[in-house]
C-alpha cells in the first residue's frame, strides 16, 4: 500500500524559506511512469496547485510560483521535497504531498495523498 | 493558466436528494476533468477522472459528464456520507489548476 508523509517546520518566519519533506513507503519514487507533487491549501479555501517532480526528475511548477519554488527528489531515501523561499502570510496553508501516474504521454490525477501538514508564516 | 470556475459555492441539501455541481473551464480541456472529495482535516480524496471514470472502490451514485468547457458532478442520492466539500481539477497541462470547492452542508 502506497503511503505519504509530510514533515517540517510547522512555523516559519515572513522572508525565510520554507522546507517541506515527502516520505513515500509502499513504493520507490523513482518507479517509472510516478510523479510527485505538492499542494496546498490556505485556510478556508481551496486548493493550489504548486508543482511536481517526475520519477526520472523532471520538474514542473506552477507559473505563479516559479521563482520561489525548488522541488527535488532523493531516490536513496524515497523522498521528496519542497521549498519556496521568501515566504510572506499568504503561505500559510495545508501543504500537501501526493501522487499522480503518466503513462504513454496521458496523466492520472492525484491518486495518493499525504495527511496534510499546516504551515504558518509568522513572526 | 486554465481557469476552473465551481459552482454553487454552497449547497444544501436533504440526504436521498440528487446533488448537480457544476465546474466550468476558461478555456477547453476536452475531458482532463477530475472531481474530489474532501473531508474537513482530511486530505481530498478522488472520485472521478477523465470527466466520468469512477475511481476504484467510490460508490456508484457518483457520476461525472462533459467534454470541453463544461462538468457536471452528480450525486443521485446524497448520503449521510456525502456531506463534504467537492473539488474539481483540470489536467489538461503541465500546470494543474482547481476550482474554488462547493461544500455540501445539511438542510
Known amino acids: 500500500q502506497l503511503r505519504l508523509q509530510e514533515s517540517g517546520p510547522g512555523l516559519v518566519k515572513p522572508s525565510e524559506t520554507l522546507s517541506l519533506t515527502c516520505t513515500v513507503s509502499?513504493?520507490?519514487?523513482?518507479?517509472?511512469?510516478?510523479?510527485w507533487a505538492w499542494i496546498r491549501q490556505p485556510p478556508g479555501k481551496g486548493l493550489d496547485w504548486i508543482g511536481s517532480?517526475?520519477?526520472?526528475?523532471?520538474?514542473y511548477y506552477n507559473k505563479s510560483l516559479q521563482s520561489r519554488v525548488t522541488i527535488s527528489m532523493d531516490t536513496s531515501k524515497d523522498q521528496f521535497s519542497l521549498k519556496l523561499s521568501s515566504v510572506t502570510a499568504a503561505d500559510t496553508a495545508v501543504y500537501y504531498c501526493a501522487r499522480y501516474l503518466c503513462t504513454d504521454g496521458v496523466c492520472y490525477p492525484l491518486d495518493y495523498w499525504g495527511q496534510g501538514t499546516l504551515v504558518s508564516v509568522s513572526s | 493558466d486554465i481557469q476552473m470556475t465551481q459552482s454553487p459555492s454552497t449547497l444544501s441539501a436533504s440526504v436521498g436528494d440528487r446533488v448537480t455541481i457544476t465546474c466550468r473551464a476558461s478555456q477547453s480541456i476536452s475531458s482532463w476533468l477530475a472531481w474530489y472529495q474532501q473531508k474537513p482535516g482530511k486530505a481530498p480524496k478522488l472520485l472521478i477522472y477523465k470527466a466520468s471514470r469512477l475511481e476504484s472502490g467510490v460508490p456508484s451514485r457518483f457520476s461525472g459528464s462533459g467534454s470541453g468547457t463544461e462538468f457536471t458532478l452528480t450525486i443521485s442520492s446524497l448520503q449521510p456520507d456525502d456531506f463534504a466539500t467537492y473539488h474539481c481539477?483540470?489536467?489538461?497541462?503541465?500546470?494543474?489548476?482547481f476550482g474554488q470547492g462547493t461544500k455540501v452542508d445539511i438542510k
Open positions: 481539477q483540470q489536467y489538461n497541462s503541465y500546470s494543474w489548476t
Open positions: 509502499g513504493r520507490s519514487i523513482s518507479s517509472s511512469s510516478n510523479y
Open positions: 517532480v517526475s520519477f526520472s526528475g523532471s520538474t
